[in-house]
């Protein structure tokens, strides 16, 4: 170990006076931001890219769950060239829920650093709705978040609709992906914790710096996060990166929508569901949400 750190620095100084010239090249991810769907995946990534050591491909790649079978070096080619020293990041966040993805980062490279964003389940169930009532542009034909979550979504579902686990379908997809710990069983099947970083959704939005230099230093990276690097939307209300100009770069119009207000009796239904489902998640990360 010692004798590795010692080589680094030699290169370190090697590359610095020039002796070895840092080019730039396409390399597999050193991390990867793995999920929540929903839980402010996009922000994060674009907060970290502040930093000027981390470097992202701007689309989500989605390789090791829909295009595996492009192969290894289709997924290299779609990384942005890095040098020595910096951090390539990617995120798909439909990794989290996908059964094969831990494996496959695995045995690609088993010390991948991974990355998962989480917040209130029920929150992300109401914002994965949103998207998918807008992206279908049936907005107003869809049923109510309510029917989906509760309800008789017969048509709208493959799964059964009757059968409900007290009181929902947790076969939707919007309610399923929040079940975390069913996911973070195989995230845990395959990497160590300490290879796992949880980010808190919800500190991402009131106090991003905090939670972004927490991942910095996780990527093993000096902090370039601080309070007021950051501004807040003045319509949306989420934060924007503060340009050094003053002006906010806050994130697209997809981000931060505006949600529908769901009946109060379906969102005790939903909180006594994921109650239990939630201490099996705090218990697994050994980290506890007031969720
Ligand atoms: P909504 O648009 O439903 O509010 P993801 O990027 O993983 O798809 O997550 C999107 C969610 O991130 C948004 O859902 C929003 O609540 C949350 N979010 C967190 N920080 C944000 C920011 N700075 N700007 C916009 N949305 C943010």
Partial sequence: MKYRLLLILHLIDLISCGVIPNTSKKRFPDAIIVGVKKSGTRALLEFLRVNPLIKAPGPEVHFF???????????????????????????????????MAPERIKSLNPNTKIIIVVRDPVTRAISDYTQSSSKRKRVGLMPSFETMAVGNCANWLRTNCTTKTRGVNAGWGAIRIGVYHKHMKRWLDHFPIE???????????????????????????????????????????????????????????????????????????????????????????????DW
């Fill in 195 to 289: 290879n796992i970083h949880i980010v808190d959704g919800e500190k991402l939005i009131s106090n991003p710096a905090d939670e972004i230099s927490a991942t910095e230093k996780f990527l093993g990276l000096k902090p370039v996060a601080k309070p007021e690097k950051f501004g807040v939307d003045p319509i949306k209300k989420f934060p924007c990166i503060k340009n050094e100009d003053g002006k906010l770069h806050c994130l697209g119009k997809t981000k931060g929508r505006h949600h529908p207000d769901v009946e109060p009796s379906v969102l005790k239904t939903l909180r006594e569901f994921y109650g239990p489902e939630n201490k099996k998640f705090y218990q697994m990360i050994n980290h506890w949400f």
């Fill in 65 to 99: 769950d829909k295009n595996f079978n492009k192969g290894l070096e289709w997924y290299r080619e779609q990384m942005p060239e890095t040098k020595f020293g910096e951090v390539t990041i990617e995120k798909s966040p439909a990794y989290f829920h996908s059964k």
